[in-house]
């Protein structure tokens, strides 16, 4: 499996941002891909996750209401759109597979990781 996460830049605050996600070498259907994120000096946490059969989502406190996570499984691609971004959304943004289907917000429950993409967010 991999898995090659995009979209990342430098905007300022109150601004929006599109990351992908795209996923080769999956052979199961039934799976979920999560988004975490990683400031300096943080430990990673969780951001969203999307179910690929269903498309049930799940978002962290401090994105809800501003973040969307969506799914083109034509595409094997999840995508993050990041609207209203604060300064403390600046991190790096990882996206991640867990096989199963169940979804968890436990960054050790996933097996398979992309190289992550770096978000800046100006004040």
């Known amino acids: 499996v991999q898995l090659q996460a995009s979209g990342g830049g430098l905007v300022q605050a109150g601004g929006s941002l599109r990351l992908s996600c795209a996923a080769s070498?999956?052979?199961?259907?039934?799976?979920?891909v999560g988004w975490f994120r990683q400031a300096p000096g943080k430990e990673r946490e969780f951001v969203a996750v999307?179910?690929?059969?269903?498309?049930?989502?799940y978002y962290a406190n401090p994105v809800k209401g501003r973040f969307t996570i969506s799914r083109d499984n034509a595409k094997s691609t999840v995508y993050l759109q990041m609207n209203s971004l604060k300064p403390e959304d600046t991190a790096v943004y990882y996206c991640?597979?867990?096989?199963?289907?169940?979804?968890?917000?436990?960054?050790?429950?996933?097996?398979?990781w992309g190289q992550g993409t770096l978000v800046t967010v100006s004040s």
């Open positions: 991640a597979v867990r096989f199963g289907s169940t979804w968890s917000v436990k960054a050790n429950e996933y097996g398979h």
């Open positions: 070498g999956l052979t199961y259907s039934t799976y979920a």
């Open positions: 999307i179910r690929r059969a269903t498309g049930d989502t």
